[in-house]
């Protein structure tokens, strides 16, 4: 079983990015799919999830408006569009599983590794 994340890279402020999170082994769309992030010294963030009806939940008020999460069934795939990127966007993302929903960060059961989004003011 394998979670990976990917599409993260350099971006100016005010830019977009796509990340994609995929799965060898788990089949996303029976899952409950959060993305989350991490700056060095901080805690993991909850940012927004979409549950396996499709339903979406976003956890944190500072991504609202700007990040959205979508879902691919025939690719396997969940995607973060991030737009109208600030400097303080800037860390480690990362797509974690469930199959429980989206109402307790706490339920995450499969993690990626991670991809680094830099943004530069």
């Known amino acids: 079983l394998h979670v990976a994340e990917s599409g993260g890279g350099l971006v100016q402020s005010g830019g977009s990015l796509r990340l994609s999170c995929t799965s060898s082994?788990?089949?996303?769309?029976?899952?409950?799919t959060g993305w989350f992030r991490q700056v060095p010294g901080k805690e993991r963030e909850g940012l927004i999830c979409?549950?396996?009806?499709?339903?979406?939940?976003v956890y944190a008020d500072s991504v609202k408006g700007r990040f959205t999460i979508s879902r691919d069934v025939a690719k396997n795939t969940v995607y973060l569009q991030m737009d109208g990127l600030k400097s303080e966007d800037t860390a480690v993302y990362y797509c974690?599983?469930?199959?429980?929903?989206?109402?307790?960060?706490?339920?995450?059961?499969?993690w990626g590794q991670g991809t680094q989004v830099t943004v530069s003011s």
């Open positions: 974690a599983l469930n199959n429980l929903g989206c109402d307790n960060l706490m339920w995450y059961d499969y």
């Open positions: 082994g788990l089949t996303l769309s029976i899952y409950a």
């Open positions: 979409i549950s396996s009806y499709g339903d979406l939940t």
